[in-house]
Antibody, heavy 127, light 108 residues
Framework: QVQLQESGPGLVKPSQTLSLTCTVS??????????WSWIRQPAGKGLEWIGRIYTSGSTNYNPSLKSRVTISVDTSKNQFSLKLSSVTAADTAVYYC???????????????????WGKGTTVTVSS | DIQMTQSPSSLSASVGDRVTITCRASQSISSYLNWYQQKPGKAPKLLIYAASSLQSGVPSRFSGSGSGTDFTLTISSLQPEDFATYYCQQSYSTPRYSFGQGTKLEIK
């Protein structure tokens, strides 16, 4: 079955760019009608959705992070990536990648839900 | 932005109890509502999608209901492995998939 694994530096300095990669195994990132998403969770707090990408390269971002976020996909490596610029201590969190499944709700709309998650990687922003 | 509010924020219950967690949206989201379970140090796990559809492999003691602004997650008979934090999440307002703040279910 499909598995996701996050990777990247665990420590990033303030004002620098956080870069993470999610590697998809057990299936092709290009197969099926899936989006691929990033979510984060500060220690002891709730979940925050960061953004998603389709394998065509189409992206959607959380408006509160949009000016600093870039999500990209590399289908040849079966990976998608997150870049978050100008980080501060408030960006310290566990970062998860997830597969977003879409199923038809009616003729025009889809249900979206995150059915496969990576284990998460902790990123600390500190000098 | 659509705000998702869960109640209660925490809940104590015993094995075998029937438990209900509520999620309320700040505006109608039809049935575009998902529920996740998260255990300490682990990634969230999908339980329910589209308000009431049980994800494959999830025990049938979990059920979801609701539409519009009010939703519930019910665990019919609590098992020891069910003690965790539960989150609702809306997918109506694409692309911002906002989550509720979580409900921590603890052992009484």
């Amino acid at each position: 079955q499909v598995q996701l694994q996050e990777s990247g530096p665990g420590l990033v300095k303030p004002s620098q760019t956080l870069s993470l990669t999610c590697t998809v195994s057990g299936g092709s990132i290009s197969s099926g009608s899936y989006y691929w998403s990033w979510i984060r969770q500060p220690a002891g707090k709730g979940l925050e959705w960061i953004g998603r990408i389709y394998t065509s390269g189409s992206t959607n971002y959380n408006p509160s992070l949009k000016s600093r976020v870039t999500i990209s996909v590399d289908t040849s490596k079966n990976q998608f990536s997150l870049k978050l610029s100008s980080v501060t201590a408030a960006d310290t969190a566990v970062y998860y990648c997830a597969r977003v499944r879409q199923v038809p709700a009616d003729d025009y709309y889809y249900y979206y839900y995150m059915d496969v998650w990576g284990k998460g990687t902790t990123v600390t922003v500190s000098s | 932005d659509i705000q998702m509010t869960q109640s209660p924020s925490s809940l104590s219950a015993s094995v075998g109890d029937r438990v209900t967690i509520t999620c309320r949206a700040s505006q109608s989201i039809s049935s575009y509502l998902n529920w996740y379970q998260q255990k300490p140090g682990k990634a969230p796990k999908l339980l329910i999608y589209a308000a009431s559809s049980l994800q494959s492999g999830v025990p049938s003691r979990f059920s979801g209901s609701g539409s519009g602004t009010d939703f519930t997650l019910t665990i019919s008979s609590l098992q020891p492995e069910d003690f965790a934090t539960y989150y609702c999440q809306q997918s109506y307002s694409t692309p911002r998939y906002s989550f509720g703040q979580g409900t921590k279910l603890e052992i009484k």
